[in-house]
């Protein structure tokens, strides 16, 4: 309800309250400024900094390849599952460090949602892909179910020293530009050695011409999404700060 539409909402609400222009002002410049293009490329420039794309064999080897979920989504019913794909950089860029002997364990996390039981975990449609392309069943790991980063960062820790033993592990972490400093951070509070691995950049490079483009002003529903999502990353970093 903070975020730029539920906000939006609540101070229109206060508005068929109080019938003050002022909330109606309000809701109406937040909708504008979050669903422009010029305003969400600068959230996630910032989200996404200090990262930088990375080619795989400039990577150092680790006691293995860590990918985190969130590329994927199962659309099913009590008869049937189909996996489909969001965004699969994250499980690409693993399979890629696996296949440059970055590491012989491959390792996904098992994210679900826990308010539909008859789906399946990424972590195993992940390794049944992962599989298909051809890499060893006894080189895939899956973490116990997980719904959120802090409970995939205790999931990592408990795998790596519980099945591999290292008592330092260094691992190479896989996940999208903007999570990473915050799933970065929980892991090194967790006594991980963190090599990152970035992937799925999604910000756009501010020029002139970027900011000459008169589509980049024109507020519209996609750029309220992506500035949405990375409000909520950061309100995610500070949540995570303060309480883990």
């Keep these: 309800m903070i975020l730029p539409l539920g906000l939006s909402i609540l101070l229109l609400g206060?508005?068929?309250?109080?019938?003050?222009?002022?909330?109606?002002?309000l809701a109406f410049s937040i909708l504008l400024i979050f669903s422009n293009g010029i305003?969400?490329?600068?959230?996630?420039?910032?989200?996404?900094?200090?990262?930088?794309?990375?080619?795989?064999?400039?990577?150092?080897?680790?006691?293995?390849?860590?990918?985190l979920s969130g590329g994927g989504k199962t659309i099913?019913?009590?008869?049937?599952?189909?996996?489909?794909?969001?965004?699969?950089?994250?499980?690409?860029?693993?399979?890629?460090?696996?296949?440059?002997?970055?590491?012989?364990?491959?390792?996904?996390?098992?994210?679900?949602?826990?308010?539909?039981k008859f789906l399946t975990s990424e972590g195993n449609l992940y390794k049944q892909e992962a599989i298909k392309f051809g890499i060893p069943e006894e080189n895939i790991y899956i973490t116990a179910p997980v719904k959120?980063?802090?409970?995939?960062?205790?999931?990592?820790?408990?795998?790596?020293?519980?099945?591999?033993?290292?008592?330092?592990?260094?691992?190479?972490?896989?996940?999208?530009?903007?999570?990473?400093?915050?799933a970065k951070n929980l892991l090194i509070k967790e006594k991980i050695d963190v090599i990152p691995y970035p992937v799925d950049f999604r910000s756009e490079i501010i020029d002139v011409d970027f900011l000459l483009?008169?589509?980049?002003?024109?507020?519209?529903?996609k750029n309220l999404n992506l500035s949405s999502t990375a409000l909520r990353e950061l309100i995610g970093r500070i949540a995570y700060k303060s309480f883990f």
């Design 14 to 25: 206060f508005y068929f309250f109080s019938r003050s222009k002022v909330y109606l002002f």
């Design 39 to 67: 305003c969400s490329s600068l959230l996630w420039k910032f989200i996404e900094s200090p990262w930088k794309r990375i080619n795989p064999n400039e990577v150092e080897t680790a006691d293995a390849i860590v990918v």
């Design 76 to 116: 099913s019913s009590k008869t049937s599952k189909i996996f489909e794909w969001n965004d699969p950089d994250r499980f690409l860029a693993g399979l890629s460090l696996f296949g440059k002997n970055r590491s012989k364990n491959l390792v996904f996390t098992a994210g679900f949602n826990p308010y539909n």
């Design 148 to 182: 959120n980063t802090f409970e995939e960062v205790k999931e990592i820790k408990n795998l790596i020293r519980n099945k591999f033993f290292f008592e330092k592990p260094k691992i190479i972490l896989v996940t999208s530009a903007y999570h990473m400093k915050r």
């Design 213 to 221: 483009n008169p589509l980049n002003w024109i507020p519209n529903s």
